[in-house]
């Protein structure tokens, strides 16, 4: 939570709400800390929580000062937290931050939304406070009046469990959590191939020869590394109940059927495109079920040289981050004409001479060194001076 956030909460007409809750001091006992971050680790929208410390029931900022002895931070939460011991292994992910308003302090705890619901204890919680008795469910929910019940109403728990399963989401919502689950899919061969969730038949992707393969590229920067660098190109759609989910991806057949992915996001730096993915993004997660699931055909040495010439972003924070830092850098990219002549000869074995005479593979050649580079920022967590690339 920003400045904003919490500005836009204090101009509400809302004092308490499924999703944030005011405290003009911290708790006295772990014991009821752990009851008011369990009650917002349990809830069944999609949304963090908040424990706001150091503003009143009438929304007045009396803020926390040192002199709060219970006061918490960040490494205290986290201890605390861990060392009690949740059913299932599932603890609540939660944020301490610091927020000056009208010139006090506010604490504020962020309870990070979680599919784990419903969150309890294996173990009796005992300490200072009302103890809390293992398999005891605290809850908020606005049908409930925010409130704590011996055992949660029906209605409660089943919201609970829907988010669980993610039963609550649209088809579209649910595919990446289903493709998570890699061995409950299985492979039909046919025209077209099929790939479906054995759990719910309903849910399948559908993989179909794109025509006029001619008028798609033939090699990227992605493949010349493979033995056989020439692709094929493929539509990728993902149905629900016999209709698509959301428009078709473009898929790759790789080195002669040897691996498959679905086709990268594309972005730029200075003048030059390359590909990427993010860390479980539903394009990433498309192309390990499909190469799972084509045991007999996949090479794992295809698919892994494949990954090894895109870029894998941890998120959009770390690709705004390190294309900024290159942006600024001098750094060339450029090829040499002993890497473009290396390239040329290397592709003509697959395409022919013709082919090789009527396209320029220089940017190819740039592509590649910028994502090594990008790569081995990436893993090494510093800037690295540019060097040479391999072609073979």
Same mark, same amino acid.
Request: glycine share 4%; net charge negative.
């Given at each position: ?9 204090? /101009? ?20 009821? $800390? ?15 929580? &908040? ?9 007045? #900022? ?21 060392? #009690? ?12 931050? !610091? ?26 919680? %005992? ?6 008795? =293992? ?24 919201? $609970?469990?829907? /988010?669980?399963?993610? $039963?609550?989401? =649209? ?58 660098? %020439? ?29 498959? #992915?679905? &086709?990268?996001?594309?972005? !730029?730096? =200075? ?17 390990? #079920? ?9 090479? =794992? ?17 770390? /690709? ?20 473009? /002549? ?51």
């Amino acid at each position: 939570m920003n400045i904003s956030e919490l500005s836009e909460i204090l /101009k509400s007409n809302q004092h308490e709400t499924d999703t944030y809750d005011f405290k003009e001091r911290w708790e006295n006992t772990n014991s009821e $800390l752990l009851k008011d971050i369990l009650s917002f680790a349990n809830t069944a929208h999609h949304k963090d929580c &908040y424990l706001i410390y150091g503003i009143d029931d009438s929304k007045h #900022v009396v803020g926390i000062t040192d002199e709060d002895k219970n006061q918490k931070n960040q490494q205290m939460i986290t201890d605390f937290l861990t060392h #009690v011991h949740f059913a299932n292994d599932s603890i609540p992910d939660v944020i301490f931050n !610091k927020l000056p308003v009208d010139g006090k302090i506010v604490n504020i705890l962020t309870i990070k939304d979680s599919d784990q619901v419903p969150f309890y204890l294996a173990d009796d919680f %005992k300490g200072k406070g009302r103890p809390i008795s =293992k398999g005891t469910i605290f809850f908020r929910d606005k049908d409930s009046d925010f409130g704590f019940q011996s055992v949660p109403p029906y209605k409660t728990m089943e919201k $609970l469990w829907q /988010k669980h399963f993610h $039963l609550d989401l =649209k088809p579209k919502d649910r595919f990446p959590y289903l493709l998570d689950d890699i061995c409950n899919w299985s492979w039909h061969d046919g025209d077209p191939e099929k790939f479906v969730y054995d759990i719910d038949p309903n849910f399948y992707i559908e993989i179909e020869e794109r025509e006029n393969q001619e008028t798609y590229k033939q090699v990227e920067s992605f493949s010349v590394n493979l033995p056989n660098p %020439k692709i094929s190109w493929f539509s990728v759609s993902l149905k629900y109940n016999q209709q698509d989910v959301m428009n078709p991806l473009t898929g790759m057949s790789l080195d002669g059927g040897r691996g498959f #992915v679905v &086709y990268p996001e594309i972005s !730029k730096i =200075k003048d030059l495109y390359y590909y990427y993915y993010f860390a479980n993004s539903l394009r990433e997660k498309i192309s390990k #079920v499909v190469n799972s699931q084509r045991k007999e055909s996949t090479d =794992k040495n295809t698919v892994d040289e494949y990954f090894d010439h895109i870029v894998i972003y941890e998120n959009s924070d770390q /690709k705004q981050s390190i294309e900024s830092e290159i942006e600024s850098e001098k750094i060339d990219f450029s090829s040499k004409d002993k890497e473009v /002549k290396e390239l040329n000869k290397h592709l003509t074995t697959t395409f022919g001479k013709k082919y090789v005479e009527r396209h320029t593979f220089s940017s190819m050649i740039s592509q590649i060194k910028l994502t090594q580079y990008i790569n081995k920022t990436i893993n090494e967590g510093y800037a690295l001076t540019c060097g040479g690339i391999n072609v073979h």
